[in-house]
């Protein structure tokens, strides 16, 4: 069984940056191809970033230039940094690797 677990979020002002983690558990599982999710209130879950291996491969429009994907090969990690926070940002962020979903870590943006 594989659990993907997030860390990281929290309640920042708008301006502010915060940077997120996504940890793998378990089944030994290597976090290859890895997307950010996230799901404001009354909102669809949307894909925010996504990388395969070490290289970006999507980012929303709404968060290009703000946000950055990257991934720790040594501790097999995969981080979402997030600046110049906005209030439409805030949301439950989710990592994701196919079929496998963290519970989500909760983001709030102040205006």
């Known amino acids: 069984q594989v659990q993907l677990q997030e860390s990281g979020g929290g309640l920042v002002q708008a301006g502010g940056f915060l940077r997120l983690s996504c940890a793998a558990s378990g089944r030994t599982v290597t976090l290859d191809a890895v997307g950010w999710f996230r799901q404001a209130p009354g909102k669809e879950r949307e894909l925010v970033a996504a990388?395969?291996?070490?290289?970006?491969?999507y980012f929303a429009d709404s968060v290009k230039g703000r946000f950055a994907i990257s991934r720790d090969n040594a501790k097999n990690t995969v981080a979402l940094q997030m600046t110049r926070l906005k209030p439409e940002d805030t949301a439950v962020y989710y990592c994701?690797?196919?079929?496998?979903w963290g519970q989500g870590t909760q983001v709030t943006v102040s205006a």
């Open positions: 994701n690797k196919d079929h496998y």
């Open positions: 990388i395969r291996w070490t290289e970006p491969t």
